[in-house]
């Protein structure tokens, strides 16, 4: 079946503007993921969503950031007022459960560059 | 601090050669591990998965844990020039269901 799908693939913003990345898991999954990976670093999670339940927002760097998830499937990852340092790919993953042995998926990612 | 560990190599092994990458995490409790390949530009791929002790093979791929040393291992056989990439580490910490990623190693296989 599909895989996990991420849009835009890239997304080239000026400094100030807000932007909105969008996530849609593999069907089935109920747990979904977000991370940034920034150039030659790790993974660093942001956000995490498991069925109904609120959401894991621990890894959020600013309250400039926030993400949605609508009817238990597609997210949305928006970043307002967007800052150089930004720049960065956005990963999301999804996984059958958020249990310990239950296996993420990542999507292809969206490279976001913040002139 | 929970912390996962990866040398970040690189790590230069010749064509058919057996390429051992290595990763150690802090937290004692630690219940699954996961190994990642993601190719430069790429998002990471799972490899496979381990949860108890001893190894674990799937092809040219075997996944080493050991629990009381707190290391976990990939061993690639027949190394190719097409599995030059980083490998990353996950760990799932006790009572988490957000895995802690190792920064990863940086494999290169030469012909």
New interface residues.
């Given amino acids: 079946g599909a895989g996990v799908s991420q849009s835009p693939s890239n997304k080239v913003t000026e400094k100030g503007k807000d932007v909105e990345l969008r996530c849609d898991p593999i069907s089935g999954h109920t747990?979904l993921?977000w991370y940034r990976q920034s150039l030659g670093?790790?993974?660093e999670?942001l956000i995490?969503f498991?069925g109904n339940s609120a959401p894991?927002k621990s890894?959020l760097p600013s309250d400039r950031f926030s993400a949605e998830r609508t009817g238990g499937s597609v997210s949305t990852l928006t970043i307002q007022r967007t800052q150089q340092e930004d720049s960065a790919?956005y990963?999301c993953a999804s996984s059958l459960r958020?249990?310990?042995?239950?296996?993420?998926?990542?999507?292809?990612?969206t490279r976001l560059t913040v002139l | 601090q929970k912390e996962v560990e990866q040398n970040s190599g690189p790590l230069s092994v010749p064509e058919g050669a057996i390429a051992s990458l290595n990763c150690t995490y802090s937290d004692r409790g630690s219940q699954s591990f996961f190994w990642y390949r993601q190719y430069s530009g790429k998002s990471p791929e799972l490899i496979m998965s381990i949860y108890s002790n001893g190894d674990k093979e799937d092809g040219r791929f075997t996944a080493q844990l050991n629990k009381a040393s707190q290391y976990v291992s990939l061993l690639i056989r027949d190394s190719q020039p097409s599995d030059s990439a980083t490998y990353l580490c996950a760990v799932n910490m006790w009572g988490s269901y957000i895995p802690t990623f190792g920064r990863g190693t940086s494999l290169i296989v030469h012909p």
């Fill in positions: 747990a993921y670093q790790g993974l999670f995490y498991q894991d890894g790919v990963l958020a249990g310990v042995y239950d296996e993420q998926f990542f999507g292809p990612g």
